[in-house]
Nanobody
């Protein structure tokens, strides 16, 4: 069983920055991909960014050039640096970790005011 703890959400003005963190803990496991998804009210959950165990990354077109995903394998932690935030980035952001199973974090609210 893997436990995910997210932090770093909050309220920020348009143009501002936030950094999300997600730390994985639990029994012995090998993490493959780590990623961030988001869900705004009335919308489906969508991929924001993903990073493989080898460091390859993929981003949603809407965040390319503004968001950066990274990971610290020694600490089983994934980060999402969000710059130039826009009101349309407002959503609950979820961390997802893949081992032989898929685990989701509890979600952290990001609100961007105009």
């Amino acid at each position: 069983q893997v436990r995910l703890v997210e932090s770093g959400g909050g309220l920020v003005q348009a143009g501002g920055s936030l950094r999300l963190s997600c730390a994985a803990s639990g029994s012995s496991f090998s993490i493959n991909a780590m990623g961030w998804y988001r869900q705004a009210p009335g919308n489906e959950r969508e991929l924001v960014a993903i990073i493989t165990s080898r460091g390859s990354t993929n981003y949603a077109d809407s965040v390319k050039g503004r968001f950066t995903i990274s990971r610290d394998n020694a600490k089983n932690t994934v980060f999402l640096q969000m710059n130039s935030l826009k009101p349309e980035d407002t959503a609950v952001y979820y961390c997802r970790v893949t081992t032989s199973w898929i685990y989701w974090g509890q979600g952290t609210q990001v609100t961007v005011s105009s």
